[in-house]
């Protein structure tokens, strides 16, 4: 069975900043996708940005971006210029071919002036 | 509305109560899910519908019974619940039942079993 991993409970960055959050995973598959989700305190579950495992290029949606090792199972994703709206819970998720989404536990980001 | 909306936000209940979740969506989307959030652990697969079918039972308890009348609408049924029960609970949908496809999240029902 797939596993997502998250090391960090929490983080924390100053406004304008530079955090990355890590993920690693384990999985046999070859193909699949991985996501990064933000969960604010309202509660809905956002997609920040996601990863085809086929596609070498790092996935980039504006301020974030991911850096994707596949042959070290890891799904880092890096916020630039951190702003006080950022502040959330982070999950890390990987979709296989049993077309489930598995989740990390979160990481908690914490924005300050 | 758009997206996918949960009602109620939030809700009390005794272990001896029934009541349900609704779940809509607003994408034209094809395959709809339930998930458990409890602190601390990942989200919990529940449920998977695709096109009104029950394709997945993660061995969920039998008080928690799912309906999906539509493509657009999906309910969880609640009784005799545990105060373990107690968690977010949390509908998503896909436009296709694929691994491909990006899962759009409800804003999630908060559940409190007394």
């Known amino acids: 069975a797939q596993t997502v991993t998250q090391s960090q409970p929490e983080m924390s960055v100053q406004e304008a900043e530079t955090v990355t959050l890590s993920c690693t995973y384990d999985t046999s598959e070859s193909d699949y996708y991985l996501f990064w989700y933000k969960q604010p305190p309202s509660r809905q579950m956002i997609l920040v940005i996601r990863?085809?495992?086929?596609?070498?290029q790092n996935a980039t949606e504006n301020r974030f971006s991911v850096n994707f090792q596949k042959a070290a199972k890891s799904f880092s994703l890096k916020i630039s210029d951190s702003q006080l709206g950022d502040a959330a819970m982070y999950f890390c998720a990987y979709s296989g071919t049993a077309s489930k989404l598995t989740f990390g536990t979160g990481t908690r980001l914490q924005v300050t002036l | 509305e758009t997206g996918v909306t949960q009602t109620p936000r939030h809700l009390v209940m005794g272990m001896t109560n029934k009541k349900s979740l609704k779940c809509e969506q607003h994408?034209?989307?094809?395959?709809m899910y339930w998930y458990k959030q409890s602190a601390k652990k990942p989200l919990e697969l529940m449920f998977v519908?695709?096109?009104?079918?029950?394709?997945e039972n993660n061995s969920v308890p039998s008080r928690f019974s799912p309906e999906c009348p539509n493509s657009s609408h999906l309910f969880l049924h609640l009784h005799t619940l545990q105060p373990e029960d107690s968690a977010l609970y949390l509908c998503?949908?896909?436009?296709?039942?694929?691994?491909?496809?990006?899962?759009?999240f409800g804003p999630g029902t908060r559940l409190t079993v007394l």
């Open positions: 998503a949908s896909t436009q296709r039942y694929a691994f491909t496809d990006t899962q759009y």
């Open positions: 990863q085809e495992a086929y596609k070498q």
């Open positions: 994408l034209g989307h094809n395959a």
């Open positions: 519908y695709n096109f009104k079918e029950q394709t």
